[in-house]
T-cell receptor, first 118, second 108 residues
Framework: GAVVSQHPSRVICKSGTSVKIECRSL??????MFWYRQFPKQSLMLMAT?????????EQGVEKDKFLINHASLTLSTLTVTSAHPEDSSFYIC??????????????FGPGTRLTVL | GIQVEQSPPDLILQEGANSTLRCNFS?????LQWFHQNPWGQLINLFY???GTKQNGRLSATTVATERYSLLYISSSQTTDSGVYFC??????????FGTGTRLQVFP
């Protein structure tokens, strides 16, 4: 149980295009999902917290107009990188927390999406 | 904000060796998890351990919350243990803050 999927697993795009990444909880409902970014040989950095039916909460330094997050259902959150540039190239990972659990309860992670912007 | 430091940053072992990875954090936390990130990037939950000691096969973890550290023990290491180990702490209600990581390489 507690499987989280991401699609696509890998994407290469040209500078200036927008890329959408999907995060799905396959066997549970998730009122809260999280988006992280990981640069090569670095740790994961929390970008934003996504709550179903409400606006996402972004961490300091993360441009909300650049990284659009939508959490339209209890099993799906999307991250859209708008007008992507080479510096946006990174590994994007989502996680989800079971509906009904409390803040601080365990999160389950997707396999990640590797974005390369040419 | 909270700082989460892991040591050592890199560790090279021969198969069969034991090791201890350390995670120090600078503030009180709600909870703590240990993860293994495999070479493909997938994060695998190892332990959810706010305090005390847990064991799972060759791995065990101990968290001493009052002293703000956690330890991950790997015994009889195998090549499949290679990868990056992260601790992550739950802070400020629901934020999961990742540590700096320990990169482990196990050679046959």
């Amino acid at each position: 149980g507690a499987v989280v999927s991401q699609h696509p697993s890998r994407v290469i795009c040209k500078s200036g295009t927008s890329v959408k990444i999907e995060c799905r909880s396959l066997d549970f409902q998730a009122t809260t999902m999280f988006w992280y970014r990981q640069f090569p040989k670095q740790s994961l950095m929390l970008m934003a917290t996504s709550n179903e039916g409400s606006k996402a909460t972004y961490e300091q330094g993360v441009e909300k107009d650049k990284f659009l997050i939508n959490h339209a259902s209890l099993t799906l959150s999307t991250l859209t990188v708008t007008s992507a540039h080479p510096e946006d190239s990174s590994f994007y990972i989502c996680s989800a927390r079971h509906r009904g659990t409390s803040a601080g309860d365990t999160q389950y992670f997707g396999p990640g999406t590797r974005l390369t912007v040419l | 904000g909270i700082q989460v430091e892991q040591s050592p940053p890199d560790l090279i072992l021969q198969e069969g060796a034991n090791s201890t990875l350390r995670c120090n954090f600078s503030d009180s936390v709600n909870n703590l998890q240990w993860f293994h990130q495999n070479p493909w990037g997938q994060l695998i939950n190892l332990f959810y351990i706010p305090s005390g000691t847990k064991q799972n096969g060759r791995l065990s973890a101990t968290t001493v919350a009052t002293e703000r550290y956690s330890l991950l023990y790997i015994s009889s290491s195998q090549t499949t243990d290679s990868g990056v180990y992260f601790c992550a702490v739950y802070w400020d209600t629901d934020k999961l803050i990742f540590g700096t990581g320990t990169r482990l390489q196990v050679f046959p």
